[in-house]
């Protein structure tokens, strides 16, 4: 268990509580809508407190868990739109929802990574009520990050200089905040996701030590799924990849140090 799966272990036993009074909130309002669907403000209140423990999730960088609530959000959110045509299915499996998410995290705080696939049933289930292509295990697995990466996967024949990296990766990331602020907005995804791609691939031709070279790796291809619509372009996504400019920036003050001394396992897992 590396320190960074420690620091959300710990987090997570100060927001717990927090977390399960507000999915208590999310399910009474939702048991107040379902006696009375007339009255929307009840739904709205359900989808805010959903959004609410989406956030803190994402605070404690658990993204499995975030993941879950965020289909469940976006399921309220479609009632609330009138886009759901099975509505007393779709209530009974966001309250199945609300029963889950608690046990989920017990499970996290026992020691259990936070790799949702005993949810998979259940995300499946909330993507199957707004018509949403269903998810497989392969999409929620835990890679083994001891392995070897791919031979195409290289770095540079001999480390660069520190000054030389330090001064090439802040080059790039000014061109990869850019690209980020641009696909926040929404502005042409392809093209920029396609232009933040690019940019990890220079990271990781110009990174020797293995584990900052993989994170590169990992996410040229998470943006590469992006670009081809084989991953949504969700608020989690966005934020993992936020934190890979966090890596980055990483790299430009301590060099390629900062990776020997915190390998980005977790974000890389994560991504």
């Given at each position: 268990?590396?320190?960074?799966?420690?620091?959300?272990?710990?987090?997570?036993?100060?927001?717990?509580?927090?977390?399960?009074?507000?999915?208590?909130?999310?399910?009474?309002?939702?048991?107040?809508?379902?006696?009375?669907?007339?009255?929307?403000?009840?739904?709205?209140?359900?989808?805010?407190?959903?959004?609410q423990v989406q956030g803190t999730l994402?605070?404690?960088?658990?993204?499995?868990?975030?993941?879950?609530?965020?289909?469940?959000?976006?399921?309220?959110?479609?009632?609330?739109?009138?886009?759901?045509?099975?509505?007393?299915?779709?209530?009974?499996?966001?309250?199945?929802?609300?029963?889950?998410v608690p046990d989920y995290l017990d499970?996290?705080?026992?020691?259990?990574?936070?790799?949702?696939?005993?949810?998979?049933?259940?995300?499946?289930?909330?993507?199957?009520?707004?018509?949403?292509?269903?998810?497989?295990?392969?999409?929620?697995?835990?890679?083994?990050?001891?392995?070897?990466?791919?031979?195409?996967?290289?770095?540079?024949?001999?480390?660069?200089?520190?000054?030389?990296?330090?001064?090439?990766?802040?080059?790039?990331?000014?061109?990869?905040?850019?690209?980020l602020l641009k696909w926040f907005k929404?502005?042409?995804?392809?093209?920029?996701?396609?232009?933040?791609?690019?940019?990890?691939?220079?990271?990781?031709?110009?990174?020797?030590?293995?584990?900052?070279?993989?994170?590169?790796?990992?996410?040229?291809?998470?943006?590469?799924?992006?670009?081809?619509?084989?991953?949504?372009?969700?608020?989690?996504?966005?934020?993992?990849?936020?934190?890979?400019?966090?890596?980055?920036?990483?790299?430009?003050?301590?060099?390629?140090?900062?990776?020997?001394?915190?390998?980005?396992?977790?974000?890389?897992?994560?991504?």
């Amino acid at each position: 268990m590396n320190s960074n799966y420690e620091i959300d272990f710990t987090t997570l036993n100060w927001v717990k509580q927090e977390l399960e009074d507000t999915l208590k909130q999310a399910r009474q309002s939702l048991e107040s809508y379902v006696e009375d669907p007339q009255d929307a403000s009840l739904m709205r209140f359900c989808a805010s407190y959903l959004h609410q423990v989406q956030g803190t999730l994402r605070m404690v960088e658990l993204y499995g868990a975030a993941m879950v609530v965020e289909e469940m959000e976006r399921l309220a959110q479609a009632l609330l739109d009138g886009k759901v045509r099975q509505t007393e299915e779709a209530y009974q499996i966001l309250m199945r929802g609300m029963l889950q998410v608690p046990d989920y995290l017990d499970r996290l705080q026992s020691g259990h990574r936070d790799i949702p696939i005993v949810l998979l049933p259940l995300l499946n289930d909330l993507r199957a009520c707004r018509g949403e292509k269903l998810l497989t295990e392969t999409a929620l697995f835990s890679p083994d990050l001891s392995r070897s990466l791919p031979a195409n996967v290289s770095g540079p024949e001999h480390a660069l200089p520190e000054p030389v990296l330090k001064a090439n990766a802040a080059r790039l990331r000014m061109a990869f905040q850019l690209g980020l602020l641009k696909w926040f907005k929404g502005e042409d995804v392809s093209a920029n996701t396609a232009r933040l791609a690019l940019i990890l691939d220079r990271l990781q031709a110009a990174t020797a030590q293995v584990d900052g070279r993989r994170l590169w790796w990992v996410g040229g291809g998470l943006l590469d799924a992006v670009r081809a619509d084989k991953v949504e372009s969700s608020v989690s996504v966005k934020l993992l990849v936020g934190r890979v400019d966090r890596e980055i920036k990483n790299l430009v003050d301590q060099g390629e140090a900062w990776f020997v001394r915190q390998p980005p396992l977790e974000l890389t897992k994560n991504l």
